[in-house]
Structures are given as C-alpha cells and as structure tokens.
Nanobody, 124 residues
C-alpha cells in the first residue's frame, strides 16, 4: 500500500506560480512511477505530467509543456509539480498518483494509488 498526501494548492491570479507537493508513505517510493492528474468540475480526470522512478524521464500533456515541471526527491519520498504562468484553464483539483510500473504512465488506469487532491484556482 502507498499513501499519498498532496499540498500546495490555492487561489492565485493568472500568471502566478504554485508548487504542489505530494508526500508518499508505505511502499518503496523509489520503485514507483509518479504522476499528476487534474479534474475540473464536470470533466474527466486528465493526465498532466509523469516522471520515472529515477527522474530520467518526464512527460507532459501539451497544454502545460514549458510551464509546468515535475520532479521528485526519492530521499524525501516526495514528488513535486512546479506550475508557472498559470492560466484560468488550469483551475482544477490536482491529484498525485503512483504506479507500480517504475516508468512513464499517462493513463489513469495504470496508477494504483491516488491522493485526495488539492484545489488549484486561477483567477483572470
């Protein structure tokens, strides 16, 4: 089992930055592939970014490329999402997810463990 707890969400203005954090406990974090997803009201949960177990590989959805950066610190059992140049369309609940497969996964069905989510609201 893996427990995930997100933090760092909030209300910001367009153009601002936020850094989301996800603290993991339980199973060996360094063996997990990690990802961030988001869900806006009335929509499905969408992939945002993923990172491999050793940080060698990262992958982003097109809409956040160049603005968001995913990173991890295996010594701290944590994964992060640095979000710069935020836009109103980035408004959503952001979820941290963990996959037993240590490499990049982009489909929500490939992630076994999920956090409770943190709200990000970007005003125009």
């Amino acid at each position: 089992q893996v427990q995930l707890v997100e933090s760092g969400g909030g209300l910001v203005q367009a153009g601002d930055s936020l850094r989301l954090s996800c603290a993991a406990s339980g199973r060996a974090f360094s063996r997990l592939g990690m990802g961030w997803f988001r869900q806006a009201p009335g929509t499905e949960r969408d992939f945002v970014a993923a990172i491999s177990w050793n940080s060698d590989y990262t992958y982003y959805t097109d809409s956040v490329k160049g603005r968001f950066t995913i990173s991890r610190d295996n010594a701290k059992n944590s994964v992060y999402l640095q979000m710069n140049g935020l836009k109103p369309e980035d408004t959503a609940v952001y979820y941290c997810a963990a996959a037993s497969t240590a490499f990049i996964q982009t489909a929500s069905m490939d992630y076994e463990y999920w956090g409770q989510g943190t709200q990000v609201t970007v005003s125009s």
